[in-house]
């Protein structure tokens, strides 16, 4: 059996584990992997390369993508689709590993089980936005790396007193990453582009904080509409010196936690045995269990308001 495996869209913590546990599997049951080395794209254009484990060990603890990725949208084009089906069909590929979040596993995987190929995804992405699955692989990473930044931001904080500290997270257009991110930290306010709030109440309740505990900190989702001006609104409403802190993509490029490398090999191990049955679908996790669904049902209900309101102090 052979199987072509493609990372598609951004990089998160965890990928290089799980490839390196799939191509094992595949190996212990004489079976062949390969990987597109640079996402859609280069399953369109034939640049694929033979995997084994030797190829993938000594990296799994680097974060990113030892298969490079591409947010392309190549197989929009129909020409590209009729080259990507002949190369696997020419090059007797049996089954494909995709790895990608929301919009991958939306459009990418239908269109390649349209083609009658088994096709097996893992939810890949730090922002922990895809529907029907509790946890996607590098959220936890991405978390204990904006914890470290809490953590120098505390020491300054304890230092120089009398400032308010704004740390913003990754996330695109959804908050569940900055809301984990405030609720670890204890954050004294968080905002998420979900949920509107009063600049005059967020100054207030950053006031007191500060007077109350020397300083104050918010986390904040960069898909937040203000993000790139709130902390000049902000220093002029508080009369305080604004310190902005931001990850950037620096936060997909943390270390692999304890949680996403157990995460990884699950999910891998699972995803192999649906390959070798024939099977197609996602590797979800529900609960403590992970299991394969066969498609997303819809969007992820928003992040939790209960949490954000205790956070808020609302």
Not at 150 to 155: E, F, P, R, S
């Amino acid at each position: 059996m052979r199987t072509l495996i493609v990372v598609s869209g951004g990089d998160a913590p965890g990928i290089n584990v799980a490839l390196a546990q799939f191509v094992q599997d595949t190996q212990q049951s004489e079976g062949e992997a390969w990987g597109a080395i640079g996402g859609l794209p280069a399953l369109v254009q034939g640049q694929w390369r033979a995997l084994s484990p030797a190829d993938l060990w000594p990296y799994v603890g680097l974060a990113g993508s030892i298969l490079p990725s591409s947010r392309e949208p190549i197989l929009r084009d129909e020409s590209a689709q009729a080259q990507a089906r002949r190369l696997l069909r020419e090059r007797g590929v049996d089954s494909v590993l995709l790895f990608g979040g929301d919009g991958t596993l939306r459009y990418v995987l239908p269109l390649l089980l349209s083609w009658g190929l088994p096709c097996v995804a893992i939810p890949t992405t730090i922002d922990n936005d895809v529907p029907d699955t509790d946890y996607t692989l590098g959220f936890d990473s991405a978390c204990n790396y904006a914890y470290q930044a809490v953590d120098g931001v505390l020491a300054t904080a304890h230092a120089l007193g009398g400032r308010i500290f704004m740390l913003e997270t990754l996330g695109g257009p959804t908050g569940y990453l900055a809301l984990a991110v405030a609720h670890g930290a204890g954050a004294h306010a968080v905002l998420l582009p979900e949920y509107a709030y009063e600049q005059d109440w967020l100054a207030a309740r950053l006031r007191a904080a500060a007077q109350a505990q020397g300083f104050a900190l918010l986390v904040l989702s960069e898909g937040v509409a203000e993000a790139r001006t709130l902390a000049d609104t902000l220093a002029q409403r508080v009369g305080m010196r604004v310190r902005d802190v931001r990850l950037g993509h620096a936060q997909r490029g943390a270390t692999p936690s304890h949680r996403d490398r157990t995460f990884a090999r699950q999910a891998a191990r699972l995803a192999h045995q649906a390959v070798r049955a024939g099977q197609s679908g996602i590797v979800v996790q529900r609960g403590a269990g992970l299991e394969l669904v066969a498609s997303l049902s819809g969007q992820r209900p928003a992040p939790d308001r209960a949490l954000y309101d205790q956070i808020n102090g609302l």
